[in-house]
């Protein structure tokens, strides 16, 4: 008989569920220690946390790597980390990365800053055309990137025809999925060799903690570690106590964003002084369809546009009281931001336009107080 599988919500709280021996803590310990005793004359790996091998480290990392049903995982210091490493780990010197135009600002400078550096090309494509993949494929190339649900109009990205054309040609298919985290949407059972994720978000939950996670083969994260040893990103072990935490609320957390990005979402589309919402779960989402097959939930995110254009929007941040006006997202209390200052501040206004991204939309990041409330606040403020 094989051995059971436990569902998400005991396997965000427990990891893999064993008896504990008499006297130990239900909470894990932290090891908040930067080096460990050494056996005199050992030649085993030494402990040290820079290695991301301390024994904090090295649980919540298996607890996400069960959580995304991969073979392995490792945390990083940031997001950006996560994925600057995993693409470091995949791409040579004149290789060639193919990504999605529809990405959070910090992953596109990063690519076109830094990545080029490396003399690694990078072809940009519009992700909702399937056949683009395959014919964006060149000898060089050896990865392609896609981030799903993206930042932050919350389109769902097809995986299909892009796993299937990285299978094809040999290639790595990295999946950046924070907007959904691994208990709305699995990267790897929809065919992505990596899940990338930004760990300051939803894992955490608590806006108090930046971290990020890639999760894949052992043989990825052993790469991924082994950058991480030389370039110096391992997670503190605090932030992983802090993060192992917050997952143990994951499910739950996740099934209330779920239910008030959808009770917000919903209002907001009634709303005469509202525009236009982006949210999966509305029936007018170009992705609607597709995120009801792949999605176990649409998440708390939920993009606004104002019938008042800008002026609209900065007349509402000054007048929000519960719901807050700060970068960032996914955490228990309910933030709004503005991606023209924000996640795409690098990006020009022309490429913002051209992304669907114009000055005067809202990020909502719906937290987990009570709908009615969150209703009210945005009410009053757009009132
Ligand atoms: C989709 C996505 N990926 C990665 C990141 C980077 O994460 P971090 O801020 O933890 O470095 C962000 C940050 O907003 C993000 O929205």
Known sequence: MSPRRFGPSTTAIHGLPHRRPDWAPVAPAIQQSSTFVSPVGSDEDILYSRYGNNPTQLLVAKKYALLEGAEDAMFLSSGMGATALAHLAVLRPGDHLITSSWIYGGTQQLFDQELGRFGIDITYVQPDRPRIWRRSVRKSTRAIFVETPTNPLMRVVDLAPVAHVAREFGLALLVDATFASPINFRPLEHGADVAITSATKYLNGHSDVIAGAVAGSASFVEEVTRLMRLWGQAIDPHAA???????????????????????????????????????????????HEHAKAVLDGFGGMVGLELAGGPKAAERMLKRIKLVTHAPSLAGVETLVSEPRLTSHRGVSAEDRAALGIPDGFLRLSCGIEDADD??????????
Do not use: C, F, K
């Open 241 to 287: 106590w802090l993060v192992d935490r917050g997952m143990r609320t994951l499910a739950l957390r996740m099934a209330r964003h779920n239910a008030n990005g959808a009770a917000v979402a919903e209002w907001a589309a009634e709303h005469p002084a509202i525009a236009r919402v982006h949210y999966p779960g509305l029936p007018s989402h170009p992705d």
């Open 374 to 383: 969150i209703i009210a606040d945005l009410s009053q403020a757009l009132g």
